[in-house]
């Protein structure tokens, strides 16, 4: 194993299909017209020196290093902007070129610092290769003149010389050894697209500026590393490589936390991480990252992360910490025990979204198999199962239909309920950058979201009242059909003509006018009409939805009416367009593909279905139950109700993320047996029995499928902390209550798996070695996988319209709770915080705040960061308020990352109508001043920490 | 929310929206929805509570379980 060196091109790839042939060097090249001259020598494998050129920003010719000749035109032109042309003869290296080089190395060289030993970056700078490329044997200048690099200069202090900038948690800015080459500007601009950084100052006075000089903590900087990244020196330096030193090799891996699913390099020195680079051949990120893939992985060997089993009789015991055995036999017990006593459908278990396919088809292996029932669910139900209902319903398959590169393609792009620069924030700036080539954005959200202004992006925003989706979409489909905007030809062709007419006739009835509905909505019908012409009319249009379409009572008809607009504009089906539901988790997609839900087997199969059970039978060699199990809110239900005693939860902290926690208290509570397996004791764990130690993303093998269906390999780097990869606590776990399951390696069940499932059958570890990823479905019909999907037809065959009426929820404001509380996300934490909260990310968000518009809290005697009380239905809490126009007068936000805040005390038992989804995003609230923390949040405070206490290990005889 | 109340609204919900596709395609509608989503202990408590009288539930859903549960076998 080796450090993986990626080539560097200098300037970006061409698209173009019309290609060029010109002599490098006496090589003939051929490249895509457009590609630079120093991109067509490196692919003859000829480095040109650069400073100021990296191929994930355009050319910028400053650094004048790249300079080549070429015959018949006069001058050295720089090869980074010269275009690549029939014909050309270029030399690379030359006399009079050598010598302008060096000059240019003599001159950056006299103002940098000379301490390459002790620099963070010795091994891996830019300048340090550019000065032995260059063959720089001495600075004719000196050192002494005016210069950057000292504090003090012929005893006097010198102005241009500035500190170390430290503020940010994961990198340093060290101004003195910048040679403003404006790769890092460029990055912010071109690859984040935050514009935090410019050039402040001309000529000598040049400086790399966060912001209006501020330090990059204070400035808009969003920690996304692509400026530490594209840095060619030590001036933007990852604060673990100064700390450890260089890495010496490095394995790719798919990071853990959102469904973009970008692909990394780990950089290892030994076991020990020494920093996560985004891999340019990542399909999904193609080289980009954010602050949470890109920094916060500290978490994985936080302090406070559970190394041993423990166990304990009741749960206001201390936990004992004992051996894996006598962990194992003691939940076996407990559990097999319950279903002596209560029956075998008593008990069940929750597979995780962070986990693994391999270790989440093992989980539901083990219920389906083992436990003989069908209890088993994933967090996929509070969050993402009315799309897999919703588009399997409509066009055959419970996904989304694109790649991320589609967007490259996109004229129009509707975001529908979700924030992608907070929540998927390297999808968002591949959209941005797509923006601001002139691709029109139209976001619907109650919230004026990240995503409606930034820098050069302005987006039609439609601010609905939360829990008006339905009747938002349908009026769009309204403006379409009724203006005469439906693509009729595609319709014809791809769907069933008489479902369309019925469900054309639907919306075409002027109740469903953006006219009518306003008064639901509160949506300017201008706007509404204006954003339905543009979707329709604008080119390729694509839609995006997050949470703030499925976390509904009409969650499931939301994403149905969503399929709708996409099949009456015929926008499915080829790249550009389509529906793309983007994923909360790491592997909320994977979790579903891989038969997570009670009532279908791996790969989206009713488990009534004979012919598919007689298949798993055969394998598992079981004898399976026909009959669906519960949901994790049906679970709850007959916990309390007293049929449903025991429950393996991997990877989940129900009780943080679940809806109306005193209702989870109440369940998880009535339960004999809860078995928690997880890295740290969450707060499910409070009401645990045993808990399993898990392995992070870091120490096992496995994949992950990202929202666009891409299966990504996960590479262990290290050993388990704990000692076992989460896949090996399974079968222990299975073996212990009696059901053996054998492999020796993940691949092995990914083997299976594909046996098993018609859309994975050629996906195997060795595929996956040699395409990188593939996007299923992954067959004999698609061997290297499916990009786009319903190319030629639905997969159901033909598209299904279907009605969609609008149904206000029957969580209503009134007198007693006059606003609407709605919920999301921010960029630098991540779902309930377990991992971010236990890294460096706090320095952004240390507490949920609530939003509130400045008229409701004038109206409430609220000033900024005021402790408000927050009433719901269901429960209270408080927080601290924060007054803004970003949201609407009588609705109010907050994120939902902080277990003291317990933002779910508040959401209500209302969900999906179809999936039982909990409808988080529509809660009706009072808000009041308040003095702190609510006598719920002291005394649920105290029980966690009572909880909590571990017992100090007995001595051993 | 007690367990029969809860299983009344939630078949109910499942009846609201189908009922906008008309009567005769919402009946079978519900019916497959809750033939294929719900787990057997809360198809017999809705059930038991259809027999009891089925308080509180829409006419499409009580004519939807009717005929789920005659289709059913009596096991489950």
Same mark, same amino acid.
């Given at each position: 194993m080796s450090l993986i060196e990626e080539i560097d091109y200098g300037t970006p790839r061409s698209k173009s299909e019309t290609m060029v042939t010109l002599t490098i060097d006496g090589n003939q090249v051929t490249v895509p017209e457009g590609t630079s001259i120093m991109r067509a020598a490196m692919d003859a494998g000829h480095q040109i020196p650069k400073l100021c050129a990296t191929d994930m920003v355009d050319a910028f010719g400053s650094c004048r290093l790249c300079v080549v000749e070429i015959e018949g035109r006069a001058g050295t032109p720089?090869?980074?902007?010269?275009?690549?042309?029939?014909?050309?003869?270029?030399?690379?290296?030359?006399?009079?070129?050598?010598?302008?080089?060096?000059?240019?190395?003599?001159?950056?060289?006299?103002?940098?610092?000379?301490?390459?030993?002790?620099?963070?970056?010795?091994?891996?700078?830019?300048?340090?290769?550019?000065?032995?490329?260059?063959?720089?044997?001495?600075?004719? &200048?000196?050192?002494?003149?005016?210069?950057?690099?000292?504090?003090?200069?012929?005893?006097?202090?010198?102005?241009?010389?500035?500190?170390?900038?430290?503020?940010?948690?994961?990198?340093?800015?060290?101004?003195?050894?910048?040679?403003?080459?404006?790769?890092?500007?460029?990055?912010?601009?071109?690859?984040?697209?935050?514009?935090?950084?410019?050039?402040?100052?001309?000529?000598?006075?040049?400086?790399?500026?966060?912001?209006?000089?501020?330090?990059?903590?204070? #400035?808009?900087?969003?920690?996304?590393?692509?400026?530490?990244?594209?840095?060619?020196?030590?001036?933007?330096?990852?604060?673990?490589?100064?700390?450890?030193?260089?890495?010496?090799?490095?394995?790719?891996?798919?990071?853990?936390?959102?469904?973009?699913?970008?692909?990394?390099?780990?950089?290892?020195r030994g076991e020990e991480v020494v920093r996560m680079v985004p891999y340019k051949d990542g399909k999904a990120n193609r080289g980009h990252s954010c602050?949470?893939?890109?920094?916060?992985?500290?978490?994985?060997?936080?302090?406070?992360?559970?190394?041993?089993?423990?166990?304990?009789?009741?749960?206001?015991?201390?936990?004992?910490?004992?051996?894996?055995?006598?962990?194992?036999?003691?939940?076996?017990?407990?559990?097999?025990?319950?279903?002596?006593?209560?029956?075998?459908?008593?008990?069940?278990?929750?597979?995780?979204?962070?986990?693994?396919?391999?270790?989440?088809?093992?989980?539901?292996?083990l219920i389906r198999a083992g436990f003989g029932n069908n209890n088993v669910d994933t967090c996929a139900r509070v969050c993402h199962s009315p799309t897999?209902?919703?588009? #399997?319903?409509?066009?055959?398959?419970?996904?989304?239909?694109?790649?991320?590169? #589609?967007?490259?393609?996109?004229?129009?792009?509707?975001?529908?309920?979700?924030?992608?620069?907070s929540a998927h924030p390297v999808f968002a700036s591949r959209l941005k950058k797509r923006l601001r080539q002139g691709a029109k954005l139209i976001v619907i959200? @109650?919230?004026?979201?990240?995503?409606?202004?930034?820098?050069?992006?302005?987006?039609?925003?439609?601010?609905?009242?939360?829990?008006?989706?339905?009747?938002?979409?349908?009026?769009?489909?309204?403006?379409?059909?009724?203006e005469g905007l439906a693509n009729e030809a595609f319709i014809r062709e791809r769907c069933d003509w008489s479902e369309f007419e019925e469900w054309a006739a639907f919306v075409a009835q002027p109740k469903h006018s953006p006219e009518a509905t306003a008064i639901l909505t509160?949506?300017?019908?201008?706007?509404? $009409?204006?954003?339905?012409?543009?979707?329709?009319?604008?080119?390729?249009?694509?839609?995006?939805?997050?949470?703030?379409?499925?976390?509904?009572?009409?969650? #499931?008809?939301?994403?149905?009416?969503?399929?709708?607009?996409?099949?009456?504009?015929?926008?499915?089906? $080829?790249?550009?367009?389509?529906?793309?539901?983007?994923?909360?988790?790491?592997?909320?997609?994977?979790?579903?593909?891989?038969?997570?839900?009670?009532?279908?087997?791996?790969?989206?199969?009713?488990?009534?279905?004979?012919?598919?059970?007689?298949?798993?039978?055969?394998?598992?060699?079981?004898?399976?139950?026909?009959?669906?199990?519960?949901?994790? @809110?049906?679970?709850?239900?007959?916990?309390?109700?007293?049929?449903?005693?025991?429950? &393996?939860?991997?990877?989940?902290?129900?009780?943080?993320?679940?809806?109306?926690?005193?209702?989870?208290?109440?369940?998880?509570?009535?339960?004999?047996?809860?078995?928690?397996?997880?890295?740290?004791?969450?707060?499910?764990?409070? &009401?645990?029995?045993?808990?399993?130690?898990?392995?992070?993303?870091?120490?096992?093998?496995?994949?992950?499928?990202?929202?666009?269906?891409?299966?990504?390999?996960?590479?262990?780097?290290?050993?388990?902390?704990?000692?076992?990869?989460?896949?090996?606590?399974?079968?222990?776990?299975?073996?212990?209550?009696?059901?053996?399951?054998?492999?020796n390696h993940p691949s092995e069940i990914m083997d299976e798996i594909a046996a098993l499932t018609p859309t994975f059958t050629g996906v195997s570890y060795a595929k996956l070695d040699e395409l990188g990823s593939v996007q299923w479905p992954c067959n004999e019909k698609a061997p290297e996988g499916t990009p786009v999907m319903h190319m030629d037809g639905f997969v159901r065959g033909k598209g299904k319209f279907i009605v969609t009426e609008y149904v206000a929820t029957d969580e209503r404001t009134g007198p007693r709770f006059p606003l609407l509380l709605t919920t999301g996300r921010i960029l630098s934490q991540y779902n309930v915080g377990a991992q971010t909260r236990r890294t460096e990310n706090v320095v952004w968000h240390a507490e949920d705040r609530l939003e509130i518009h400045p008229h409701d809290a004038e109206q409430r005697g609220v000033r900024e960061g005021d402790?408000?009380?927050?009433?719901?239905?269901?429960?209270?809490?408080?927080?601290?308020?924060?007054?803004?126009?970003?949201?609407?007068?009588?609705?109010?936000?907050?994120?939902?990352?902080?277990?003291?805040?317990?933002?779910?005390?508040i959401t209500t038992d209302y969900s999906d109508w179809a999936t039982n989804c909990p409808e988080y995003k529509v809660t009706a609230v009072q808000i009041s001043p308040s003095n702190g923390p609510s006598d719920w949040q002291k005394s649920y405070d105290e029980q966690a920490r009572h909880s909590r206490r571990i017992a100090p290990a007995e001595a051993a005889e | 929310m007690s367990s029969p109340d809860r299983l009344v609204y939630m078949a109910n919900q499942i009846g609201t929206f189908f009922r906008s596709q008309g009567h005769d395609k919402a009946v079978p509608g519900i019916a497959d929805h809750i033939k294929k989503f719900w787990d057997p202990r809360m198809k017999r408590a809705i059930f038991a509570h259809l027999d009891a009288g089925g308080a509180g539930l829409e006419p499409n859903v009580r004519e939807a379980l009717t005929s789920l549960k005659q289709s059913l076998p009596a096991a489950s």
């Open positions: 720089a090869s980074c902007t010269t275009p690549a042309m029939n014909g050309l003869v270029v030399h690379t290296q030359s006399e009079r070129l050598k010598k302008l080089r060096k000059g240019v190395m003599e001159l950056y060289i006299s103002d940098h610092p000379l301490d390459c030993l002790t620099c963070g970056a010795n091994g891996d700078c830019e300048l340090q290769d550019m000065a032995g490329a260059v063959g720089l044997r001495d600075v004719r &200048y000196g050192y002494e003149g005016e210069n950057h690099v000292f504090a003090k200069s012929n005893g006097k202090i010198n102005a241009a010389w500035m500190p170390k900038d430290e503020s940010n948690p994961y990198f340093t800015y060290d101004p003195s050894k910048c040679i403003v080459c404006s790769r890092c500007v460029r990055a912010c601009e071109e690859v984040q697209g935050t514009f935090a950084l410019t050039i402040s100052g001309r000529g000598f006075d040049s400086r790399v500026s966060p912001g209006m000089s501020e330090s990059f903590l204070g #400035s808009e900087c969003v920690s996304c590393g692509a400026c530490v990244q594209a840095c060619p020196t030590a001036t933007l330096t990852e604060k673990s490589v100064i700390e450890i030193g260089q890495p010496e090799h490095s394995v790719v891996t798919t990071c853990a936390y959102c469904g973009v699913g970008c692909a990394f390099k780990a950089e290892m602050v949470k893939g890109r920094f916060a992985w500290g978490y994985t060997n936080h302090k406070e992360r559970i190394l041993n089993p423990m166990i304990r009789e009741r749960i206001e015991d201390p936990w004992r910490e004992v051996s894996w055995d006598e962990a194992f036999s003691f939940a076996a017990e407990k559990m097999r025990g319950i279903q002596k006593k209560y029956g075998r459908d008593a008990i069940g278990g929750i597979t995780s979204s962070r986990c693994t396919n391999e270790e989440t088809y093992l989980v539901q292996k897999g209902y919703g588009l #399997s319903q409509t066009f055959g398959t419970s996904a989304g239909t694109q790649d991320f590169d #589609s967007v490259e393609d996109t004229d129009v792009a509707v975001i529908i309920g979700a924030n992608p620069a959200d @109650p919230r004026r979201t990240e995503m409606v202004e930034s820098p050069h992006v302005k987006a039609l925003h439609l601010p609905l009242m939360p829990g008006t989706n339905v009747a938002v979409v349908t009026a769009l489909a309204h403006v379409i059909v009724t509160g949506i300017d019908p201008k706007d509404l $009409r204006e954003a339905a012409r543009i979707y329709a009319t604008g080119g390729n249009g694509a839609i995006y939805y997050g949470l703030g379409v499925t976390e509904h009572s009409q969650g #499931s008809t939301t994403v149905i009416a969503i399929a709708n607009l996409a099949m009456v504009t015929g926008n499915i089906g $080829r790249p550009g367009v389509g529906v793309n539901p983007l994923r909360g988790q790491n592997n909320v997609q994977g979790s579903c593909d891989m038969g997570s839900f009670p009532h279908e087997l791996p790969g989206y199969r009713h488990i009534s279905g004979e012919a598919v059970r007689d298949q798993f039978e055969a394998l598992w060699n079981v004898k399976l139950n026909p009959e669906p199990g519960l949901r994790i @809110p049906n679970m709850f239900d007959a916990a309390i109700e007293g049929t449903f005693m025991g429950i &393996y939860v991997q990877g989940e902290d129900i009780l943080q993320s679940d809806p109306n926690t005193k209702h989870v208290v109440a369940a998880l509570s009535a339960m004999e047996c809860v078995i928690v397996h997880d890295l740290f004791l969450n707060e499910t764990a409070n &009401y645990a029995h045993v808990f399993l130690p898990g392995s992070s993303f870091l120490e096992k093998d496995g994949t992950f499928t990202n929202a666009e269906r891409r299966i990504q390999r996960v590479r262990k780097v290290m050993t388990p902390k704990n000692g076992m990869a989460d896949w090996e606590v399974t079968i222990a776990l299975a073996k212990a209550m009696g059901f053996e399951m054998n492999y402790w408000v009380r927050l009433t719901s239905r269901a429960g209270e809490t408080t927080l601290r308020a924060e007054i803004t126009d970003r949201v609407s007068p009588g609705v109010v936000y907050t994120t939902f990352h902080h277990p003291d805040t317990q933002a779910n005390v | -």
